[in-house]
């Protein structure tokens, strides 16, 4: 349970839920984190080549 009580859910992005500014968020976090895999994973580099 997070410090306010809440399980999981965050009051400030439940407005954003299927928007494309949701849609956005998620590309800008999503990129990052696919380079960082394919400069450091071999493994996952190999299935996404």
Do not use: C, V
């Not at 299927?18 to 976090?29: A, F, G, L, S, V």
Request: charged share 30%; net charge positive.
């Amino acid at each position: 349970m997070s410090s306010n009580g809440r399980k999981h859910f965050n009051m400030e992005i439940k407005p954003l839920l299927n928007t494309p500014r949701m849609r956005e968020i998620q590309m800008w976090k999503l990129l990052p984190a696919l380079r960082f895999f394919y400069e450091k994973a071999p493994f996952d580099r190999g299935r996404m080549d």
